[in-house]
């Protein structure tokens, strides 16, 4: 899938160097804060390299620890628009990403960690933390409306679907200095547990939604 995105983006560069009409895009969503360059290939077609991103804060829980999460987006978007409908078109393309979720477990009110049924003060389990990440580069299908290489000041939009796969989740606890060597194996284990049942959670988390609405200068 990596060589696949790289041959998109050659490609979508070389074609940039023969296109007849080009445009600068910036835009807000769900990929975070990010801009377009777009440039006509055909009437009817077009290519799209962008970059977006950002940070925004929220919050995962399982059936044991709530997590603080914070949600990292970076995006490299390389497209190709066609619009058989004037300004409607289909878009379609890669989606090389290190979007990733930073979590940290949050104890209970009486500042304790209850994992597969065992319970741990915050001397004896420290912090709880992890990440979920999806794959590297996912495939991009969605409908818009708007060309970034359209001629003038307009606005676009995108709504669409990255085929990300499921996320995979990492967590690691860290024994505080109240907890003793049995105890921290068993909590080594326990945090094992914690990530497969967050794993199962997330699952079915294969499809991250885009939608994204901006304004475009075309020349």
Same mark, same amino acid.
């Given at each position: 899938?990596?060589?696949?995105?790289?041959?998109?983006?050659?490609?979508?560069?070389?074609?940039?160097?023969?296109?007849?009409?080009?445009?600068?895009?910036?835009?807000?969503?769900?990929?975070?804060? &990010?801009?377009?360059? #777009?440039?006509?290939? %055909? =009437?009817? *077609? /077009?290519?799209?390299? +962008?970059?977006?991103?950002?940070?925004?804060?929220?919050?995962?829980?399982?059936?044991?620890?709530?997590?603080?999460?914070?949600?990292?987006?970076?995006?490299?978007?390389?497209?190709?628009?066609?619009?058989?409908?004037?300004?409607?078109?289909?878009?379609?393309?890669?989606?090389?990403?290190?979007?990733?979720?930073?979590?940290?477990?949050?104890?209970?009110?009486?500042?304790?960690?209850?994992?597969?049924?065992?319970?741990?003060?915050?001397?004896?389990?420290?912090?709880?933390? &992890?990440?979920?990440? #999806?794959?590297?580069? %996912? =495939?991009? *299908? /969605?409908?818009?409306? +708007?060309?970034?290489?359209?001629?003038?000041?307009?606005?676009?939009?995108?709504?669409?679907?990255?085929?990300?796969?499921?996320?995979?989740?990492?967590?690691?606890?860290?024994?505080?200095?109240?907890?003793?060597?049995?105890?921290?194996?068993?909590?080594?284990?326990?945090?094992?547990?914690?990530?497969?049942?967050?794993?199962?959670?997330?699952?079915?988390?294969?499809?991250?939604?885009?939608?994204?609405?901006?304004?475009?200068?075309?020349?």
């Amino acid at each position: 899938m990596r060589h696949a995105g790289l041959v998109l983006a050659v490609t979508l560069v070389a074609a940039s160097g023969v296109a007849q009409a080009g445009g600068l895009g910036l835009r807000i969503g769900t990929t975070g804060v &990010g801009a377009d360059f #777009g440039f006509e290939v %055909a =009437p009817t *077609l /077009g290519g799209r390299i +962008g970059l977006s991103g950002g940070e925004f804060k929220t919050s995962v829980d399982s059936d044991d620890v709530r997590y603080d999460a914070k949600l990292k987006l970076a995006n490299l978007s390389l497209l190709l628009d066609w619009s058989p409908l004037g300004p409607f078109r289909i878009s379609g393309g890669l989606v090389p990403n290190n979007n990733k979720i930073d979590l940290t477990g949050q104890p209970s009110s009486s500042s304790t960690f209850t994992m597969n049924g065992n319970t741990y003060t915050a001397a004896e389990i420290g912090s709880v933390n &992890g990440t979920v990440e #999806g794959k590297g580069t %996912a =495939p991009y *299908l /969605g409908i818009g409306y +708007g060309n970034v290489w359209t001629k003038g000041v307009n606005f676009y939009f995108d709504l669409g679907v990255m085929f990300q796969g499921s996320p995979k989740v990492a967590l690691t606890a860290t024994c505080g200095p109240a907890a003793t060597p049995a105890q921290c194996s068993q909590a080594q284990n326990d945090v094992a547990t914690e990530q497969q049942k967050l794993q199962d959670k997330l699952d079915k988390y294969k499809y991250y939604p885009v939608a994204n609405i901006g304004i475009t200068i075309g020349f």
